[in-house]
């Protein structure tokens, strides 16, 4: 029952890290209270699984310490796992954004990662729920941990933590991994759902009713993040990519102590508002025509109607003029929270970077103790930057681990 690495989540980030240790001879075990493999795996994409993107940098993740990822990232690049698709010969295809695809199903990745698991001896210990771990004190096998299973108790020099957030409740999500954490005395940056649609208070919601519905290519901007895409109107709120990626920067403010602010829209990100307003000013049409040109006709009439430009253009003083401006480049909506974990596709938050190495993922103050994944506080946008951290962070730790 002594093995010297033992991981705790058979998702991404842990086949990664198991396959890694197991290449250079290590004797490992790999335990999941789940008895579908890497079920996160399969779900993700549609199916297809976005396993990464062309362009993957820092930049691309919030973190406590933004700082953190460059190391792992770098040492096992979106290239390094690009190689290992095409060895493994999975055929794939480019989306916006450098968004990566399988051609036929996330269950290629699956098999890829199990194979070089099973290549390398790894064992598996699934379903086995883990009821507690202890630290071992002078092992005469040189072992650091036990940890105590439905299956027995098994040993182990290393400790892999890779058992993801609390996003996807429904496939077994659970906050395991920040108990383990705490009770090893690492701090935790309050667990929030990221990537996630936005509610909005039923006062703020009523009048927006009419809109529901409503997709619109545009801007989302919030707390210094920005981004281009599809925004939905609701009949809870906001969603669609656009506000999916501006949530978890949304959702970033609470850290900070102060007071969250809306989320600002920007509903023609191609035109300079003000000086089309102008060019028009003289128009006899209705502002809510002369939009319906550049947005969904039910958009813009519905939009209009909200704030009560009902008049034509050349009727509109320069006050309403401006304020129209304002508004179709930065309609601020202030969010009542989010769908929950349940609608969520990571994790915001997590194992606090500082009591980690950069370069391994082991704790500082546990030698022989990581966390890989989704459990640190590491969260990637929407795109395939949450996977690509699974395969950096569980890289690097499986060299050392």
């Known amino acids: 029952m002594h093995f010297d690495v033992i991981v705790i989540g058979a998702g991404a980030a842990g086949m990664m890290c198991a396959a890694q240790a197991g290449r250079r001879g290590r004797r490992v075990l790999v335990i999941d209270h789940s008895a579908k493999l890497g079920e996160r795996i399969r779900?993700?994409?549609?199916?297809?699984c976005n396993f990464t993107n062309r362009n993957v940098g820092a930049e691309n993740y919030l973190s406590q310490n933004p700082h953190f990822c460059r190391s792992a990232l770098a040492r096992f690049s979106q290239r390094d796992f690009i190689a290992m698709i095409e060895r493994r010969r999975i055929s794939y295809h480019e989306r916006a954004h450098g968004q990566l695809f399988c051609d036929e199903s996330a269950q290629d990745i699956i098999d890829m990662l199990k194979d070089g698991c099973d290549d390398v001896g790894v064992q598996w210990a699934m379903p086995c729920p883990v009821h507690h771990i202890e630290r071992i004190e002078n092992s005469d096998e040189g072992s650091r941990f036990a940890v105590a299973t439905e299956l027995g108790t098994f040993r182990c020099q290393s400790l892999v933590i890779a058992t993801g957030g609390l996003a996807a409740p429904k496939i077994g999500a659970s906050p395991f991994g920040y108990k383990v954490a705490e009770q090893f005395g690492l701090r935790v940056v309050p667990p929030k759902p990221a990537l996630v649609p936005l509610a909005l208070a039923p006062e703020t919601l009523e009048p927006l009713k009419p809109l529901a519905g409503a997709s619109l290519d545009a801007g989302t901007h919030c707390d210094g993040g920005s981004f281009r895409e599809n925004v939905l109107i609701t009949h809870r709120g906001l969603s669609g990519p656009a506000i999916l990626q501006i949530s978890s920067y949304w959702q970033m403010q609470e850290y900070g102590g102060g007071k969250k602010q809306p989320v600002e829209i920007d509903l023609l990100p191609d035109l300079d508002a003000a000086a089309w307003l102008v060019e028009h000013r003289r128009s006899k049409a209705?502002?809510?025509?002369l939009l319906a040109e550049r947005l969904p006709r039910r958009f813009a009439h519905e939009w209009c109607a909200l704030f009560g430009w009902a008049k034509p253009m050349n009727e509109l003083s320069q006050r309403e003029l401006d304020a129209a401006a304002q508004a179709l480049k930065g309609w601020a909506l202030l969010p009542s929270g989010t769908l929950g974990y349940a609608k969520a596709e990571v994790t915001l938050g997590g194992v606090d970077t500082n009591g980690l190495s950069s370069k391994t993922m082991?704790?500082?103050?546990?030698?022989?103790?990581?966390?890989?994944?989704?459990?640190?506080?590491?969260?990637?946008?929407l795109g395939g930057y949450n996977f690509q951290w699974a395969w950096s962070s569980g890289w690097v730790a499986g060299q050392v681990a």
Do not use: C, H, M, Q
Request: net charge negative.
């Open 286 to 289: 209705l502002l809510s025509n």
């Open 362 to 381: 082991e704790a500082k103050p546990v030698p022989g103790l990581y966390f890989i994944g989704e459990v640190v506080d590491v969260t990637g946008w």
């Open 43 to 48: 779900i993700s994409g549609g199916g297809r």
